[in-house]
Each structure stands twice: as C-alpha cells, then as structure tokens.
C-alpha cells in the first residue's frame, strides 16, 4: 500500500501532514541547520516548508544536543509515544530486523499538522517472523530476541528513547497486550492455514522450487536449510517473550555482525 497522502487522509483525518521515509542508522542525528543536509536522507513525499524543514530539524538537535533528563520531559513534546510504543512492540515481536532495528530502513514518519509530533508507520515487513536469515543470526537468536535491547550495534535514537523508564514501561505494556492478542499462536496458525491455500497457486507459478519452499514455510515442522517456519518462529518466539516479560530470560542482544555479546 502506497503511504501517501491518501493513506494519511484515512489514518490521521487530513492530508495536509508531512510524510518521510528515511533510510539512516543514525535517525535524527542533527546535521547542522540547513535542509540541504538532511533532504537524501529522510526523502520527504511532500513539498518541505521552511516550517516543516524548522521541526524535523529542531527534532535532530533535541535527540542530539539534549540530556537525559531535559530528553525523558519533552521527548513527548515531538513524538506520539503511545503511537511509537505500538510501532516498537510489534516490530520488536516480529523479530524484523530488515527495519528501524538494523538497517534503518522500510518505516515512514508522518508529521501531523496539528500535534506537531511524529509518528512511525510500518512497510514493506517482508523479513518478519524472523525471516531476515542473512543479517539475523541462527533461527535460535532470532526467536530468542531481545525485547529489552531490541536494536543491533549503536543505534543512538532507540538508545535515548530505551533509556527513559516511563517509555520502557509503556513499550512493554503494549508489547503485554499483544502478547496476549494479536500475537496468540493460535490465532496466528488460524491466519496461515487460511491464507496460505489462496496465496499457493500463484508461487506454484513461479516455479517448483518455490512451491516446495512455500511449503515448508507454511508447515507445522519445516528444514533448518529452508529457513525459518512462520509456525515455528510463533510458537518459540511466544514462549521467548512471555519468559522476558516475566524476568526469567533477557533474551539474545545481537550487533551488527550478529554475534551474541
């Protein structure tokens, strides 16, 4: 689904808001006060007014140049945090690593004209249900995945943002909630053993290799060389979460070379 103005009409009531899709490890990092600098790598979809260029830029510095205690007051001043909160425990849940978590890549940030605060949306979550084998470790560290630390190497915005205790709270209260919902294993094997017949025919198209590989994503138990299956990775990474939740593992910390440290 294109994130457009559209999109914006139908989730925030107005298209009149700022849309950004940024692709850096180092988000709002302040690079100084002209625009010039900061236009490749947050490549807005709308036209930039020196008002809106003024906020995302005022952002940068405040996550740059604040400390810890002038961050933890007004951190709320520039973002929804019940919104990001809800953004983090789902793409945390998913152990999607091709994302905010890693690469710093595939999320948009809307900028609402009326709250002045931002916002993450999700896209292109190709690599969830920890699919993204070539950058996330073993099938084990993905499932495992930290909840508390759920970002690779130096990621300075997650930093700041995990280092508030009132914003840790909020995250893992939703990411609570989900667990209990939206992510019930059940209601996930439901979802697949649904989808997985309409979507077949066309993979079968693709080609045989394909097919089989489909297949085997899809099934209940599924090759190692395969990959990971989505019914595996659910059923584990339920139990890896309910266990962090409840203080009886810390989950896998991974860095950029997806060793465990």
């Not at 010039?36 to 995302?56: G, L, S």
């Not at 690599?127 to 993905?142: E, I």
């Not at 700041?160 to 909020?170: G, N, S, T």
């Not at 395969?226 to 990775?233: A, I, N, Q």
Request: aromatic share 14%.
């Amino acid at each position: 689904e294109d994130v457009d103005d559209t999109f914006a009409h139908d989730r925030f009531g107005t298209k009149d808001g700022l849309i950004l899709k940024p692709v850096t490890n180092n988000l709002f990092h302040y690079m100084g006060d002209d625009w010039a600098a900061y236009n490749q790598t947050y490549d807005p979809k709308d036209d930039m007014t020196p008002e809106r260029q003024k906020r995302v830029i005022d952002f940068c510095r405040f996550v740059t140049s604040a400390d810890d205690a002038q961050f933890a007051a007004y951190r709320g001043d520039y973002v929804d945090l019940d919104e990001f909160a809800r953004f983090l425990a789902v793409t945390v849940w998913l152990t999607d690593m091709d994302s905010i978590l890693d690469n710093g890549q595939n999320f948009y940030v809307y900028l609402n004209p009326e709250t002045q605060k931002f916002s993450f949306i999700a896209w292109d979550q190709g690599h969830s249900f920890g699919q993204f084998g070539m950058r996330g470790g073993s099938a084990s560290q993905r499932r495992n995945f930290s909840i508390s630390h759920p970002w690779s190497n130096n990621n300075p915005f997650l930093s700041r943002v995990f280092a508030v205790p009132a914003f840790r709270e909020l995250y893992l209260a939703k990411m609570a909630e989900f667990q209990n919902t939206i992510f019930r294993p059940q209601r996930i094997f439901d979802q697949v053993n649904e989808i997985a017949p309409v979507i077949r025919p066309a993979i079968v198209e693709e080609s045989p290799s394909s097919a089989q590989w489909f297949d085997i994503i899809v099934s209940d138990n599924g090759a190692e060389n395969y990959g990971e299956t989505v019914k595996g990775f659910v059923r584990a990474r339920a139990q890896s979460v309910a266990d962090q939740l409840a203080g009886k593992t810390q989950g896998t910390i991974l860095d950029r070379g997806w060793r465990r440290f």
